[in-house]
């Protein structure tokens, strides 16, 4: 029978078996290849510190007694797949296509096309399977980085990233890289990037940062006003996962600075400052992330990220920037373990192991 990761406890993960239930008319039967780890996202499901699990903005609120963690569980959301079957009146997909979504850290899933035409997934919006191909590619293991890149994507456009203006990205993990790699892109210089680790900011640079710095080192946020010769940053973007980063980026920023907190946090968010700078500064504070809240069936885009940009058109340009290379991840996988080794993988990514950037799990050998 396939195996499948479940998370069955705080800080316990285990392999399962399950049975794949029989295909539809309409369904499609993918084998992962490759299985990324959302590092901050499933760190927290691991620590079993994930408050907002299996609740709904819309009818619950973010409540905050106790957990609402309900083990066991699987997820993932970073799949490289094959499609190894298809039902009666598929014709969109083919056996042997390859596709991304999110097939969980397991060996097989079947998806129902019609949902995943529009990116609906039980918990909301989102992609389930993505109803295409991958174009032909010799370097499949990339596309594990189509899920993080909507969200570095979300947040450029939650900006916006302008010709000319200035960018500091706070953060310089794969969340950071990606968004500081679309900020030039976009047009932004300079770049900076900022980070507590230096080997980072050497990976930062090596991908295009135009500076990199360190606050171990000394004020950033002078040095990007000099470096600058005025005021600061036109748009900062919070990328490390850390609430208190948000107050970096404000002190990076111009007067009147756009601040884009990327992603979630966990927690009360204790080190977030928000004192007379971000009063003085009258700050404005956006938030992005990728997909969106559930929305009523009727609705045709599959949940609308910014007015014409849809889950589909989104996932659609990053792949291509992944395809060409424009988007360029080269080296950030780190770190490569089958399924039965996740117990290891998940205690590096709760340790913060030195020199750890993307896990993914392998199963092109199961």
């Known amino acids: 029978m396939p195996k499948e ?31 990324g780890i959302s590092h901050g996202t499933e760190r927290s499901h691991f620590r079993g510190e994930a408050v907002w699990h ?31 079957e298809v039902g009666a009146e598929v014709g969109e997909l083919a056996v042997g296509d390859v596709v991304i979504g999110s097939a969980h850290h397991r060996e097989t899933r079947n998806f129902n096309l019609d949902q995943a035409k529009v990116g609906a997934t039980t918990r909301g ?5 993505f109803a295409y191909p991958l174009p032909a590619d010799d370097d499949l293991e990339k596309y594990v980085f189509v899920s993080l890149g909507t969200v570095a994507l979300d947040a450029v456009l939650v900006g916006p990233v302008r010709i000319g203006e200035s960018a500091v990205v706070v953060g310089q ?35 295009g940062a135009d500076y990199a710095l360190n606050p171990n080192h000394g004020d950033v946020g002078r040095e990007v006003k000099r470096i600058l010769g005025g005021p600061g940053a036109d748009v900062c973007f919070e990328c490390s996962g850390q609430a208190g980063g948000i107050g970096l980026a404000m002190h990076c920023g111009t007067p009147f ?6 992603g979630m946090y966990d927690g009360p968010a204790d080190d977030l400052y928000l004192g007379e700078e971000f009063c003085r500064s009258a700050g404005q504070i956006l938030h992005s992330r990728s997909g969106g809240y559930r929305l009523p069936p009727e609705d045709p885009g599959g949940g609308l990220y910014h007015r014409r940009w849809d889950i589909i ?48 799990f392998d199963l092109t050998t199961t």
């Open 54 to 84: 299996d609740r709904s903005v819309e009818t619950d609120g973010f409540v905050t007694e106790g957990r609402s963690m309900k083990h066991p569980f699987t997820y993932g959301y970073e799949d490289v797949a094959r499609v190894v």
């Open 173 to 207: 993990g794969v969340v950071g890289l990606l968004t500081m790699q679309l900020c030039k892109l976009s047009g932004a210089d300079p770049v900076i990037a900022i980070d507590l680790l230096d080997e980072r900011l050497e990976t930062a640079s090596r991908l």
């Open 257 to 262: 600075p756009k601040v884009v907190a990327v």
């Open 313 to 360: 058109r989104v996932h659609n340009v990053i792949i291509k920037l992944l395809h060409t290379g424009k988007l360029d991840v080269s080296g950030l996988i780190t770190h490569r373990f089958s399924l039965e080794e996740a117990p290891q993988a998940y205690r590096l990514i709760d340790e913060g192991a030195e020199g750890m950037m993307k896990i993914i």
């Open 5 to 35: 990761l479940l998370f069955v406890g705080p800080r316990q993960v285990e392999i399962g078996e399950y049975a794949d239930p029989s295909l539809g008319p309409r369904d499609v039967k993918v084998a992962n290849l490759y299985s």
């Open 125 to 129: 919006v989102g992609v389930s399977v």
